[in-house]
């Protein structure tokens, strides 16, 4: 089993940037491709990023690519998103998952382990 948490999520203005991050537990972290998916309010969720376990590949959404970084660090049990010139339409709370695998995942249903989410609301 493996849990994660999420954390770095808040109220930031149109243009500003966050960081989540999202701790995993478990000493198996190494194993696991993760990826960060978002949900708004009456949508699905959809993928924003995602990153191979040893962050030598990484995908991004059309609507955040460019504006967005997603990293991690193996020896901290933990993954980043790290999001610039944010816009309105990122709001929506974003969820952390992990898949136990060495290749390329970008769907949310090939993940098999989900966090708990964190709210972003960014403000016009």
């Known amino acids: 089993q493996l849990q994660l948490v999420e954390s770095g999520g808040g109220l930031v203005q149109a243009g500003g940037s966050l960081r989540l991050s999202c701790t995993a537990s478990?000493?198996?972290?190494?194993?696991?491709?993760m990826g960060w998916f978002r949900q708004a309010p009456g949508k699905e969720r959809e993928v924003v990023a995602t990153i191979t376990w040893s962050g030598g590949n990484t995908y991004y959404a059309d609507s955040v690519k460019g504006r967005s970084t997603i990293s991690r660090d193996n020896t901290k049990n933990t993954v980043y998103l790290q999001m610039n010139s944010l816009k309105p339409e990122d709001t929506a709370v974003y969820y952390c998952?992990?898949?136990?695998?060495?290749?390329?995942?970008?769907?949310?249903?090939?993940?098999?382990?989900w966090g708990q989410g964190t709210q972003v609301t960014v403000s016009s």
């Open positions: 478990g000493r198996t972290f190494i194993s696991y491709a």
């Open positions: 998952a992990a898949v136990r695998s060495f290749g390329f995942h970008r769907y949310g249903n090939e993940y098999d382990y």
